[in-house]
Nanobody, 115 residues
Framework: QVQLVESGGGLVQPGGSLRLSCVAS????????TGWYRQAPGQERELVSI???????TYGDSVKGRFTISRDNAKNTVYLQMNSLKPEDTAVYYC?????????WGKGTLVTVSS
């Protein structure tokens, strides 16, 4: 079993920045796809970004050019740097990991973008 714990969410004004972190309870990052999804109230969960084991990175269309994903395998941590935040980025952000076909999810961290 793997636990994922997110941190870094909070309230930020439009145009501001936040950095989310997600730490895994086991050292399995090097063999896993890792990334972030988000879910806004009344909407379906959507992909924000993912790093595959190959190193390939995918971003959702709505965050391209504003968000940057990175990870530190030695620290079992994946990060999401979010810049130029917009009110429509308000959502619960979930950390996501796939290890040999098994999916793991964090409990989420709330990001609110509002003036």
């Amino acid at each position: 079993q793997v636990q994922l714990v997110e941190s870094g969410g909070g309230l930020v004004q439009p145009g501001g920045s936040l950095r989310l972190s997600c730490v895994a309870s086991r050292n399995i990052f090097s063999g896993s796809h890792t990334g972030w999804y988000r879910q806004a109230p009344g909407q379906e969960r959507e992909l924000v970004s993912i790093i595959r084991t190959s190193g390939t990175i995918t971003y959702g269309d709505s965050v391209k050019g504003r968000f940057t994903i990175s990870r530190d395998n030695a620290k079992n941590t994946v990060y999401l740097q979010m810049n130029s935040l917009k009110p429509e980025d308000t959502a619960v952000y979930y950390c996501y990991l796939v290890h040999f076909g098994i999916q793991y999810w964090g409990k989420g961290t709330l990001v609110t973008v509002s003036s």
